[in-house]
């Protein structure tokens, strides 16, 4: 049930103060594909290349979140659904106080990655196709998912016996079995610097 009696309160600090105090916008990065595409490699990457450069960014890792945050959720689409949601509420909270937030989940439906985005609002908001062929990732396979997947020890596996709707209008686009790491997490980061400068902020922020 949907709480009641509540109201938003703004604080005397704005995101553009804090943006303006960091030297970059706060903004969600939000990396999505199948298990074994190198998501989480590519965030970490990024994170370090960004950290080097005296960002403030921090990687939101789905098996991380699944240890605390989203302990309860399963891999049901309802339970996919609200992993998200909270995902999505917890990187805009971050990249409202300044942070470069990089999400590697798998996502695969796109209704949930647009309410990502909706939750988002004003900040910036990437969309980052991790896209490698399911051959690719089942020969990567790194946790042995596929393996069980195809055994039947694992239900609703995305790519497998549950979808992965691939995105519409990604921002930025990788294929991670055409170029190395060190590549695509070059590609990305040649795109991303110039959306994170301040001198244009959103209206309202």
């Known amino acids: 049930m949907k709480s009641t009696n509540i109201v ?24 999505t594909g199948l298990s074994g595409s190198g998501k989480s490699t590519l965030a970490h990457g990024l994170e370090k290349e960004l950290f080097q450069r005296s960002f403030h960014a921090y990687v939101l890792d789905g098996d991380n979140i699944r240890h605390g945050l989203n302990a309860n959720l399963g891999f049901s689409p ?15 909270i971050m990249a409202d106080c300044g942070v470069v937030v990089l ?4 996502s695969p439906y796109r209704k949930d ?12 908001f990437v969309e980052v196709y991790v896209d490698a062929p399911l051959d690719v990732c089942e020969q990567r396979d790194p946790k042995n998912l596929y393996k ?10 995305t790519g497998i016996d549950a979808p992965y709707e691939t995105p519409e209008a990604a921002e930025i686009t990788v294929r991670t079995d055409r170029a190395t790491v060190e590549e695509s997490v070059a590609f990305i980061l040649e795109k991303l610097l110039p959306r994170l400068k301040i001198d244009r902020l959103p209206i309202g922020l």
């Open 103 to 106: 999400t590697g989940f798998i």
């Open 113 to 124: 990655r647009r309410r990502a985005r909706r939750i988002a609002g004003g900040i910036d």
């Open 148 to 157: 069980k997947a195809r055994a039947g020890e694992i239900k609703d596996f």
């Open 78 to 92: 309802r339970d996919r659904e609200e992993n998200i949601r909270r995902v999505a509420e917890m990187a805009r």
């Open 8 to 31: 938003w309160h703004e604080g005397n600090v704005t995101a553009a103060d804090r943006w303006r105090r960091n030297g970059h916008k706060g903004a969600v990065i939000w990396l």
